[in-house]
């Protein structure tokens, strides 16, 4: 906790310390997440991500390298589908802060392409797992459809720390609008001993102030 906390703590110093800088924008973006788990027998399912960047320009010439900087609320998680008998959906919840370094090539004053590549950090704020079962199981009540869920968060759940690295390619029209894909690498293992980390594709669209 004393290592997310400082983190947190660097970036804002950070931000703080270029904001009056020319070359400083803001945005916001959002977009669908496709995530699943590194292990057997997990399927991908859809989330979503929202959230404010920031992008500090480190060249004054419209091409040029760049930092990208973003608090992102995302739902990440995978599923598993039993067909017609049962099925589980994980479904955590993130506030992830990714730090990007990329290069912008400005094709002209209205068209640019753009690439960068970075670790991302993320805290587990909430999110349930979710079982349901169709069919006659003793366990669950007899004949009929039953669900349950648990909190997918705490001592016997998953951890609320992640990190990884990430990787994005897009483009930006008039110099405000954005269309990304992404994918991050989850590189800790989100649950314990079951060798589980996080991957998810991102399509997001931005827009810069």
Known sequence: MKKILL????????????????????????GMNVSKYTITGFDSRIGFHAGVKAELGLSQEASGAYMDFA???????????GGSIASIKFNPYYLEVPVH???????NDDFALFGSVGPYI????????????????????GLGTNSASEDIFGDDGFKRFDFGLGLKAG????????????????????AKDLGMKNRNLMISLGYMF
């Open 171 to 190: 483009v930006e029209f008039s110099k405000k609008y954005q269309v990304a894909i992404s994918y991050d690498f989850g590189l800790v293992e989100v």
């Open 71 to 81: 608090a992102l609320l995302t739902l990440k998680g995978a599923k598993i589908d």
């Open 101 to 107: 370094v990329g290069y912008k090539y400005a094709v």
């Open 122 to 141: 993320a805290v587990g704020l909430f999110g349930k797992a979710k079982a349901k079962v169709d069919g006659n199981i003793a366990d669950l009540g």
């Open 7 to 30: 983190f947190f703590a660097l970036v804002a110093m950070s931000v703080v310390s270029i904001n009056a800088q020319d070359n400083l924008k803001w945005g916001v973006m959002a």
